[in-house]
């Protein structure tokens, strides 16, 4: 368990700045989580962006689907301070994070897609990271087109399972300290489901746990793995 275990800050370092954003992943590499997981997706003029909602409000404040749209300011929803923050493309993330931290990209594709997966792994690819991803979806049929344009990448199948009482899943969580190596980032009840399945699917957690500093107890983390 110990030398499986990985610290992944989920969408970024998404407490303290805004998800799926170029600050969000500068401030996991400072934090030094071991992964970043984040999502992508295709706009409507082909690029691959990184953005969790297929509709833009949440994180723009625009009432857009990401197939109607291109840049625009994703910072200013989660402080003024980061206004003019723009979501950034999969190629501007893969030129920072190369050689300083890997990464699990969930590919969310919508159904307005031109050659997503191709597109997806054409990027990894010109920026040599087949070794530093792991390419992680919620659709089958999306990491069988992967494996049939590059058998080498490796591929997580996202998927939730629940054995027993599923309600007791928040206190379930809670329970899990440094002493067990999970760093959780809790958010309501949405969250916890979220890093459960991705946990257990592809072996890599989320980044913080209840009610402590995320820089201080990755430190723990880090400290109790070894």
């Given at each position: 368990?110990?030398?499986?275990?990985?610290?992944?800050?989920?969408?970024?370092?998404?407490?303290?700045?805004?998800?799926?954003?170029?600050?969000?992943?500068?401030?996991?590499?400072?934090?030094?989580?071991?992964?970043?997981?984040?999502?992508?997706?295709?706009?409507?003029?082909?690029?691959?962006?990184?953005?969790?909602?297929?509709?833009?409000?949440?994180?723009?404040?625009?009432?857009?689907?990401?197939?109607?749209?291109?840049?625009?300011?994703?910072g200013s929803w989660f402080d003024k301070k980061f206004s003019g923050?723009?979501?950034?493309?999969?190629?501007?993330?893969?030129?920072?994070?190369?050689?300083?931290?890997?990464?699990?990209?969930?590919?969310?594709?919508?159904?307005?897609?031109?050659?997503?997966?191709?597109?997806?792994?054409?990027?990894?690819?010109?920026?040599?990271?087949?070794?530093?991803?792991?390419?992680?979806?919620?659709?089958?049929?999306?990491?069988?087109?992967?494996?049939?344009?590059?058998?080498?990448?490796?591929?997580?199948?996202?998927?939730?399972?629940?054995?027993?009482?599923?309600?007791?899943?928040?206190?379930?969580?809670?329970?899990?300290?440094?002493?067990?190596?999970f760093a959780m980032n809790i958010s309501g009840l949405r969250a916890?489901?979220?890093?459960?399945?991705?946990?257990?699917?592809?072996?890599?957690?989320?980044?913080?746990?209840?009610?402590?500093?995320?820089?201080?107890?990755?430190?723990?983390?880090?400290?109790?793995?070894?």
């Amino acid at each position: 368990l110990k030398q499986d275990i990985q610290i992944t800050a989920h969408r970024g370092y998404s407490e303290q700045y805004p998800e799926n954003t170029m600050p969000a992943f500068q401030g996991a590499v400072k934090i030094g989580a071991d992964c970043i997981e984040l999502d992508v997706q295709q706009t409507r003029d082909g690029k691959i962006i990184v953005m969790h909602d297929s509709n833009l409000k949440r994180t723009t404040g625009v009432d857009k689907n990401i197939w109607e749209t291109d840049y625009l300011d994703a910072g200013s929803w989660f402080d003024k301070k980061f206004s003019g923050t723009t979501i950034p493309t999969l190629e501007e993330v893969l030129a920072y994070t190369k050689g300083k931290i890997r990464l699990n990209i969930e590919l969310k594709p919508t159904g307005y897609e031109t050659d997503f997966e191709q597109s997806v792994i054409d990027i990894v690819e010109q920026y040599h990271c087949e070794k530093e991803v792991v390419l992680s979806s919620m659709k089958y049929e999306c990491l069988e087109n992967i494996k049939k344009i590059n058998p080498d990448i490796k591929t997580v199948y996202i998927t939730s399972v629940s054995l027993g009482n599923f309600t007791v899943l928040a206190a379930l969580i809670a329970s899990f300290n440094s002493e067990t190596l999970f760093a959780m980032n809790i958010s309501g009840l949405r969250a916890p489901v979220a890093a459960i399945s991705v946990a257990f699917a592809a072996n890599v957690p989320s980044t913080s746990p209840i009610g402590i500093p995320i820089p201080q107890r990755i430190r723990s983390c880090k400290e109790t793995r070894r």
